[in-house]
């Protein structure tokens, strides 16, 4: 379903059916009773309500805890990925007994933990454009706490297509930004950024870091979005970007108009369908990219053919905290270094990162730079640690 294009509002009331509320669950949520202008029917609604979070890193952490205290009905989580020691310093839902698991899995028993009343739904994949649409379909409001931008696009267009709003936040090192998309009448995430910035312009948190406690910040204020939308209370952020600086405490507020030229929710969509978000965003594999899958590494590692050179091109950090030996050059750095590498411009030279991103630039530099056997690890550590 496309959205209507229209003058639209700040509020998006929930007009859509409510629940009645156990014993139990009475007493469990008793200050949202006695508070003035939210009430039982608005708590009513929180329990007929099913929230979509893709991502249970470090903003859907903080947003899936708060909705499932709040009493949400039904939260589904969208992640593939295991916890790693890395995660904890920021993604608040594991502990340090949960590395290793799949992020799934212990994120269902703490929410559970929490709160034994709610319906945790749990999918188990990669969002894309083959199932998008129909895992979208199946929910209220989505929280996108996703930290990549092929997967914020494809997030935007799915919920601009199926007419569910998109509660959006982002962060970066020590700053946030949270706004509300894809309400009938209201912008989308395309309106604010028409074109993806260049692969590489933008670190990932692996390679420029991030305050632990900023998504703290951002998810606690995608919640509050979420429970407004679906208690059909207050005024939303729905065109509106609210942008916070952690380190001087400041926040600013910018007006958002729907672009009645975008290409997904403007007059005239030329998108009604999905695309593929990885080539629209630039980071998709290319053709003349060489890949190794782990299984292969692994073989090759323990028998006497050895790619000449295995090179990690993650954070110092990130190699102190696992590491496959090899030698270390960290990708914003390897433009600089390429000097290191020169005995090896002839021979295999394998490239690895946490999850194969970062190594597929990388190995692209390398070919620019003249290196004649490049090969990227699909899936980088993570598809290793996987199948070990």
């Known amino acids: 379903m496309q959205n209507t294009p229209g003058n639209g509002s700040t509020s998006q009331p929930n007009a859509g059916p409510t629940a009645q509320l156990t014993t139990a669950e009475r007493a469990r949520y008793a200050r949202h009773l006695t508070l003035p202008g939210f009430g039982e029917q608005a708590q009513r609604r929180l329990k007929a309500g099913r929230v979509l979070v893709v991502g249970a890193g470090g903003l859907g952490s903080p947003v899936a805890l708060y909705l499932a205290a709040a009493g949400v009905g039904t939260i589904g989580l969208v992640d593939f990925d295991r916890v790693d020691e890395t995660n904890l310093q920021r993604q608040v839902l594991y502990g340090t007994s949960d590395v290793g698991r799949p992020k799934l899995d212990a994120a269902r028993e703490r929410l559970l933990d929490l709160n034994p009343h709610v319906n945790i739904v749990l999918h188990e994949a990669r969002l894309d454009r083959d199932n998008a649409l129909e895992v979208i379909a199946g929910y209220d409001v989505v929280a996108d706490g996703t930290d990549n931008f092929p997967t914020r696009y494809l997030v935007n267009d799915a919920c601009v297509l199926t007419g569910t709003p998109n509660v959006y936040a982002s962060i970066h090192q020590f700053e946030a930004q949270v706004s509300v998309f894809a309400t009938e009448g209201g912008p989308c995430y395309r309106c604010l950024y028409p074109e993806p910035p260049a692969p590489g312009m933008v670190p990932s948190c692996a390679e420029g870091g991030v305050l632990g406690v900023l998504p ?83 073989a090759r590692l323990a028998g006497d053919d050895p790619p000449a050179l295995v090179l990690d091109v993650r954070e110092v950090s990130e190699y102190d905290a696992y590491n496959i030996g090899g030698h270390l050059i960290p990708l914003g750095q390897l433009g600089d270094r390429l000097g290191e590498l020169v005995a090896y411009k002839n021979q295999e030279v394998l490239v690895h990162c946490k999850a194969g991103s970062r190594s597929a630039r990388a190995a692209r530099l390398l070919k620019d730079a003249g290196f004649t056997n490049v090969v990227n690890l699909a899936g980088g550590l993570d598809a290793l640690q996987a199948r070990i």
């Open 216 to 298: 703290g910040l951002a998810g606690t204020i995608q919640a509050t979005e979420v429970l407004k939308l679906l208690a059909g209370v207050g005024e939303t952020l729905v065109g509106r970007l609210l942008r916070i600086d952690a380190l001087t405490m400041q926040t600013r507020t910018l007006r958002l108009s729907r672009d009645p030229d975008c290409p997904v929710c403007g007059d005239e969509p030329t998108i009604t369908e999905l695309i593929d978000y990885e080539a629209f965003c630039g980071v998709g594999p290319a053709d003349d990219l060489d890949e190794m899958t782990p299984a292969q590494l692994r």
